[in-house]
């Protein structure tokens, strides 16, 4: 445990809507993943004993029961690699498709659509499945600064390496191990969650919805950023093939809508007709650029039960 961190956030979380940026107590947004109780200070949980972690920057709130983390790096190799804070560790991008000047400007066009949208943001941001981080990345260019951020994933290497390459001021961007289907977060206690490449990737959406709903505020809103594909393309069949993620606008509203979440919006910022086969996307289908918003009206707290199947 990384006594530095302990106790230097000192206020508390303001569990109505909050405007503005606050420096928060990260430690009272977590709950245990299992008994969703809440954690000492030195992140054991108060009602079934769990033991949970911080090292290199990151809470490690994940049940092993729960989860299967996706390639988790030897603890070994993990040391060897982070130890050494002042090791620089680059990222290089290889994702290098193909991309055709209307791609380009669809991309620009969406990218200017959810720069507005942060403008508005305050209180406290959650990004789902964080990564390496590119909707991070449009969090931090923000003019606006009136928000943190809790960057979450699976993934607890991801997390220490993209703190260490975007070098993210600790007082407003946190970094917090989690499943999006069990997630370690306190209910109502997030007023914006952005997912990009994120939401619909994670198996079992139906669970994931219901957490993302269950952590928001009453008021607060979800932000869904991405390529979506049509019902009957080509491009359905390979992503369908790959595994059970959600691919079109419709398979999204519907597990939004199942997981509680109204006031359910789809801009369609642009389409343009895919140039290149890649690995989802086949040549020739027509690809939606959308941003989704939902939001939680519920003001009561509704109890939310976990399906948990071990
Ligand atoms: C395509 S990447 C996300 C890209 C990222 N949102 C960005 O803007 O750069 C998908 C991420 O989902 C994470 N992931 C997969 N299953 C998950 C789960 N059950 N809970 C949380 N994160 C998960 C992976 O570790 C991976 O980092």
């Known amino acids: ?10 206020v508390q979380p303001d569990h109505n809507r909050s ?4 420096m928060i107590d990260i430690k009272s947004f977590l709950i245990c993943p299992e008994c969703m109780s809440e954690l000492s200070n030195e992140l054991v949980c108060e009602r079934c004993g769990n033991v949970y972690s911080y090292k290199y920057g990151v809470f490690d709130i994940i049940s092993e029961n729960l989860s ?12 060897e690699l982070f130890e050494d804070e002042t090791v620089e560790i680059t990222f290089e991008d290889v994702n290098n498709t193909y991309k055709n000047k209307e791609t380009i400007e669809a991309e620009y066009k ?14 406290v941001v959650c990004d789902l499945a964080t990564g390496f981080g590119v909707m991070l990345q449009k969090l931090l260019d923000s003019q606006n600064k009136n928000f943190n951020i809790i960057c979450t994933d699976i ?12 070098k993210t001021d600790d007082n407003r961007v946190f970094y917090i191990a989690s499943d999006g289907r069990y997630m370690s977060i306190k209910d109502q206690t997030i007023d914006y969650i952005t997912s990009r ?5 994670i198996p079992e959406s139906d669970k994931v919805a219901r957490e993302l709903y269950r952590i928001l505020k009453p008021g607060g809103k979800l932000i869904i950023y991405g390529r979506f594909i049509e019902e009957g393309s080509k491009s359905l069949e390979i992503a369908k093939s790959q595994g059970p993620a959600l691919r079109t606008v419709d398979e999204f509203l519907n597990a939004l809508e199942s997981g509680g979440f109204e006031n359910i919006d789809t801009a369609v910022v642009s389409e343009v007709i895919w140039a290149e086969n890649d690995f989802i996307h086949a040549a020739g289908d027509k690809i939606s650029y959308c941003i989704i918003t939902a939001q939680r009206i519920e003001c009561k707290s509704k109890k939310i039960l976990r399906c948990i199947d071990i």
Request: positive net charge; aromatic residues 12%.
């Open 1 to 10: 445990m990384d006594k530095s961190f302990i106790d230097i956030f000192a």
């Open 19 to 22: 405007r503005g940026f606050h």
């Open 68 to 79: 299967k983390r996706l390639n988790q790096m030897n603890r070994k190799d993990f040391d």
């Open 110 to 123: 969406m990218n200017t659509y959810m720069k507005g949208l942060i403008e508005d943001f305050s209180g």
């Open 155 to 166: 993934e607890k290497a991801l997390l220490v390496v993209t703190r260490r390459i975007k």
């Open 197 to 201: 490449s994120a939401f619909g990737g």
